[in-house]
């Protein structure tokens, strides 16, 4: 199942889901393979759910172990989107 909702992004499919977010296996036009962490509007609408995001996209920008997925950038079109290397 293919599921455009970026133009620069193809995704593949649905890998998990949480009480926040959804993720996605996805390709970038360079066909690189990410995932995609679609964050649910509902926990965001919140300020405690956007200070929790917001620690998370600090701590994973910062952090730089062979263990720990590469974080690629953050997207706001009309979801907010974190994006990082797929393994």
């Known amino acids: 199942v293919t599921i ?8 593949q499919s649905k890998i998990g889901e949480g009480c926040t977010a959804e993720v996605f296996k996805a390709s ?4 690189k393979t990410l995932c995609v962490k679609v ?9 405690l759910g956007r200070n929790l995001i917001d620690n998370e996209i ?10 720990i997925l590469k ?8 979801k907010l989107m974190i994006v990082t290397e797929f393994c």
């Open 71 to 78: 974080f690629l950038k953050k997207e706001k079109s009309n």
């Open 39 to 47: 964050i649910n509007d509902s926990f965001i609408k919140h300020e």
């Open 58 to 67: 600090k701590i994973l920008a910062e952090m730089n172990h062979k263990h």
């Open 4 to 11: 455009s909702l970026r133009l620069d992004l193809q995704y």
């Open 28 to 31: 970038n036009r360079a066909k």
